[in-house]
């Protein structure tokens, strides 16, 4: 049993189809408070239907915020979510911020640290060289703290460090403190079986085109660039293929399908790794209405 009290601020993390905006929306109508989307994707405008964003009906029964503020094709980083989420949280109402996007979860509860933007010319420089060069150039206290076998992440320590003239690790341990600190809020991490989420995953993605996600594509197709954030909905490049004529519109499905699956995998990962202090609620074999207790 998980107890929420009315004033206490409430994070809901989990995979994608799991069920987190409708647990927020029952904790919203039942003690009040404004779900703030905590999703990388659902910020966007244009494709509001493969994000999976709430809709006319859900937004009718309770105030949400930070669902679909953004261009589609503007640029938009955990640092943006974490300024915009700033007032949110000390704000009049409650917060129910609720994601599965993990990185923003973790900004809120640990701190960002503010480092600027790589430079193309920096970042060109570093896809030319090669994994022990870059790991060779990076100081010591940084090369201590991250993977050296992990490229994604020597290259990034080396790129802030060419470019910013500054250890990743000197940014690291100025890091300002957190918005949110952990003990004042309900973190709850939906868990579920795979199959039984993967089923969930397939019913959902036949709903979006059953609601019209492939006229959401078409009203898309003419502003269509891979290289936007918002692109990388899953669902989006497929449909998009798909009235292209690279894609029969069974084939989209199944890409996509299976795209959401591997997501939700990587999702399930990350949040077994750093949210272990979390409440846990396996949300496949309870009814969450009465899983969920409301102090007065």
């Known amino acids: 049993m998980i107890t929420i009290h009315p004033n206490q601020p409430v994070l809901i993390a989990g995979p994608t189809a799991s069920g987190k905006s409708a647990l927020a929306l029952h904790i919203a ?19 509001r239907i493969i994000t999976a964003r709430p809709d006319d009906d859900d937004l009718s029964l309770a105030d949400h915020a930070l669902y679909g503020h953004i261009p589609f094709d503007a640029a938009y980083s955990v640092g943006h979510w974490l300024r915009d989420v700033t007032p949110l949280i000390h704000g009049e109402q409650r917060p129910i911020i609720v994601g599965g996007t993990g990185l923003n979860f973790n900004a809120l509860l640990n701190g960002l640290a503010e480092i600027p933007a790589t430079p193309t010319s920096v970042r060109m420089q ?5 994994l022990d060069i870059l790991v060779d150039e990076l100081d010591a206290a940084t090369a201590q703290r991250i993977d050296l076998n992990n490229r994604m992440r020597v290259q990034r320590a080396w790129e802030v460090l060419k470019a910013t003239g500054r250890p990743l690790a000197t940014w690291q341990d100025n890091t ?121």
Not at 29 to 47: P, R
Not at 126 to 130: F, G, I, R, S, T
Request: net charge neutral.
């Open 29 to 47: 109508q039942s003690q009040g408070g404004v779900i703030v989307n905590a999703d990388a994707l659902q910020v966007f405008d244009g494709w």
């Open 126 to 130: 570093a896809n030319e060289l090669p």
């Open 176 to 296: 300002p403190p957190p918005l949110l600190n952990f003990d004042q809020a309900a973190c709850i991490n939906l868990n579920a079986d795979t199959d039984w989420l993967n089923d969930r995953i397939t019913r959902r993605f036949d709903q979006m085109l059953d609601q019209g996600a492939i006229n959401e594509a078409r009203a898309m197709l003419d502003t269509w660039n891979p290289a936007h954030a918002s692109s990388k909905a899953i669902g989006a490049p497929e449909l998009i293929a798909h009235l292209n004529g690279e894609l029969t519109i069974s084939e989209a499905r199944d890409a996509a399908i299976i795209g959401s699956r591997q997501y939700a995998k990587r999702q399930r990962t990350w949040f077994r790794s750093r949210h272990k202090n979390w409440l846990q609620l396996q949300i496949d074999k309870a009814d969450i209405s009465a899983t969920v207790k409301f102090a007065k």
